[in-house]
């Protein structure tokens, strides 16, 4: 990897960082609105579109594990969503260990 | 290369910023949605070379976007690379069937990224020179009508169901998983004579008649899940799903009564007589991306035998040319 894109990736994974620490606080707060039957919709669909984002760049930015376990939260929404067979305490866990995995990954760096 | 790459994720937009930088593409413009995007394409005199984007975006998504621009003329066969996290089937089929020319999955490998880029960075270099060498034929001016066909290109057909470019057509199988293309065959099909048929013949009518070809094999193809591309000369490549169902002879005897019933003609009145041999499929199950791809070229070079060793004896052939030529 040359100097130039090693430098420039260090910028984006250092705002990434930061970003990740405001859309942890998002994932927290829409996790605490999933028992709330008005606002569930809009939590889900807010927690879904957080994962994608972290989905598609983590991996790219060294977090492999993050970037993997989102793919896969996004994913088993996503089968919620489509009324497949993927029930609510399965989201609910796999929602927890995201958040759970974007605070290490903060704090690791 | 200039490049317009749409994300609505800011971090997207900033690591395709620094990394297509670093990859030495200094002329990128960024959009965070696919609206942006449109309002850029249109106020820009120097249009873009190459176009990266998002499927999953708020508003419009970057199908929709595919769709709306390959029905501009600025931008009908500009390359895009779809660069998304939505790796399911039914996306990778959309975005192709929408004129993607290439897919790349999130989180992308940075060399896989240049790697991709390199080939659409020489597919573009290509085609300007192309443009240089024959500005009358990629003007659309009415006098590239008369021009004399070049058979050997790879046609760019539109508004056939399931039509897609050549180069786009290998990308889907690569894109593919083992288990996505479980259950697809490749096949492909030569018209006969192609080289023959089409000399002396013009750009418009080559084609057209290509085009006319693309058609009785989509409408023949109509009940599955299918890609058919123009590979050159007469011979058009294949993916279907469902293959273990699919009977070569009964396949070549639909698409010639469907090229039966279009009664073709050339520009001065004269019928045009086509037929189309179709190869033996061969299914991808288990293959990988790489070897599917191998396979569909297989299936080109063996209708292309098979067009070529059809018997045709001196005297119906020279009947068929006076048919054709007058």
């Excluded at chain 1, 609105?33 to 807010?46: C, P, S, Y």
């Excluded at chain 2, 996290?85 to 975005?95: E, F, L, N, Q, W």
């Excluded at chain 2, 593919?176 to 490749?186: D, Q």
Aim: glycine letters at 6%; one cysteine or more.
């Amino acid at each position: 990897m040359n100097t130039e894109l090693s430098a420039g990736l260090a910028k984006v994974r250092t705002r990434f960082l930061i970003e990740l620490e405001k859309r942890r606080a998002v994932l927290n707060y829409a996790y605490g609105r999933l028992d709330d039957d008005a606002a569930r919709a809009e939590a889900i669909e807010e927690i879904c579109s957080i994962a994608h984002k972290i989905a598609g760049t983590a991996g790219t930015l060294g977090f492999g594990e993050l970037g993997a376990h989102a793919a896969t939260t996004e994913d088993a929404i996503r089968q919620h969503l489509d009324g497949q067979a993927v029930d609510d305490a399965t989201i609910r866990a796999e929602i927890i260990q995201l958040i759970d995995l974007a605070g290490r990954s903060q704090s690791n760096e | 290369m200039k490049i317009l790459a749409v994300d609505d994720d800011e971090i997207i937009r900033e690591l395709l910023s620094e990394i297509l930088n670093a990859l030495g593409y200094a002329s990128v413009v960024l959009a965070e949605s696919g609206q942006e995007a449109l309002d850029i394409l249109e106020a820009t005199t120097d249009p873009f070379d190459c176009l990266l984007f998002d499927i999953q975006m708020p508003g419009m998504d970057g199908i929709s976007l595919v769709s709306q621009l390959r029905n501009t003329v600025e931008y009908a066969r500009t390359p895009i690379l779809m660069i998304t996290a939505m790796a399911d089937r039914k996306y990778v089929d959309s975005a192709f069937a929408a004129g993607a020319t290439d897919y790349i999955t999130k989180p992308f490998d940075i060399q896989e990224l240049d790697s991709r880029l390199k080939l659409i960075d020489a597919l573009v270099t290509e085609r300007k020179q192309q443009q240089d060498r024959n500005p009358v034929n990629w003007s659309g001016a009415d006098n590239a009508i008369m021009n004399p066909a070049d058979t050997s290109q790879r046609l760019h057909i539109v508004d056939v169901d399931g039509v897609i470019d050549y180069l786009s057509l290998e990308n889907y199988l690569l894109q593919m998983s083992r288990a996505a293309l479980f259950g697809n065959c490749v096949f492909s099909v030569a018209v006969k004579d192609a080289k023959h048929i089409f000399r002396g013949a013009s750009q418009y009518e080559f084609q057209f008649a290509m085009t006319d070809v693309a058609e009785a094999i989509s409408d023949c193809l109509k009940p599955f899940k299918f890609f058919v591309a123009h590979a050159g000369e007469g011979d058009f490549a294949c993916v279907r799903d469902t293959g273990r169902s699919f009977d070569q002879k009964e396949f070549q005897t639909a698409v010639a009564q469907r090229l039966r019933e279009m009664d073709l003609y050339y520009c001065d009145g004269r019928p045009m007589v086509l037929h189309a041999v179709v190869s033996e499929p061969v299914q991808l199950d288990w293959r990988s991306s790489r070897s599917s791809v191998n396979a569909l070229l297989k299936t080109l070079q063996n209708a292309e035998s098979e067009a070529n060793a059809l018997e045709t004896s001196p005297k119906q052939n020279g009947a068929f040319t006076r048919r054709l030529f007058g």
